[in-house]
């Protein structure tokens, strides 16, 4: 079952932060959220994971709220490129199985 | 380094016939997922080795699904016989032993059945 809920869809204009939003109450003390993305007709690509501190890479920022309850991952200059469908998981590290909800289908407009 | 490695990209089948595909993991990455993802949802999880060993077979119909992983490298995933249910798209992904949310994902299989 997903342990997330994220909205349907979003857009964003382009060059502007795209902030994805998602909503984990459920999770554990020991569990991770991971952000991966799925371009059309590509398979899902991982964009970064985080515990409980903010993280950053080259891709993007995760935001983790105080009490781990919900996250947002940050595209701080969205690109064309950028539009995909966001999916926000979370996973005991090491765990077996990647469970993929339905995700943030984010549209950069021109 | 080369990624997951998929193939055919495109498969059309008639309904009750059979048909593989190919996975070939990256290089030294012990884990190798099979998904299926039908338009419009998420992945879904198959089947998932540790080297040549099944770890859960949980998702998998195994009255017409079959997966296996010879020599702990590449990966077949066959069906039969097909149905209509059965069209999706169809993903390898592999990853480092123990770090099995980071993935790599490979671009997948197209299956059409009618």
């Known amino acids: 079952d997903a342990k997330t809920t994220q909205p349907p869809s979003m857009d964003c204009a382009e060059g502007r932060a795209a902030n994805l939003p998602c909503n984990h109450s459920t999770i554990s003390g020991n569990e991770y959220v991971y952000w991966y993305r799925q371009i059309h007709s590509q398979g899902p690509q991982y964009i970064i994971h985080?515990?409980?501190n903010n993280e950053t890479n080259e891709m993007a920022s995760l935001i983790i709220t105080e009490d781990r309850k919900s996250s947002t991952l940050i595209l701080p200059h969205a690109t064309l490129r950028d539009t995909a469908v966001y999916y926000c998981?979370?996973?005991?590290?090491?765990?077996?199985?990647?469970?993929f909800g339905t995700g943030t289908r984010l549209t950069v407009i021109p | 380094e080369a990624g997951v490695a998929q193939s055919p990209r495109y498969k059309i089948i008639e309904k009750r016939q059979s048909v593989a595909f190919w996975c070939n993991p990256i290089s030294g990455h012990a884990t190798l997922y099979w998904y299926q993802q039908i338009l419009g949802q998420g992945p879904k999880l198959l089947i998932q080795f540790q080297n040549n060993g099944v770890v859960d077979d949980s998702q998998l119909p195994k009255d017409r699904f079959s997966a296996e992983r010879l020599k702990g490298v590449d990966s077949t995933l066959k069906i039969q016989p097909a149905k209509l249910e059965d069209s999706a798209v169809y993903l390898c992904?592999?990853?480092?032993?123990?770090?099995?949310?980071?993935?790599?994902f490979g671009q997948g299989t197209r299956l059409t059945v009618v």
């Open positions: 985080g515990l409980k």
């Open positions: 998981i979370v996973i005991g590290h090491g765990a077996n199985n990647l469970f």
């Open positions: 992904a592999s990853s480092r032993q123990g770090l099995s949310a980071e993935a790599f």
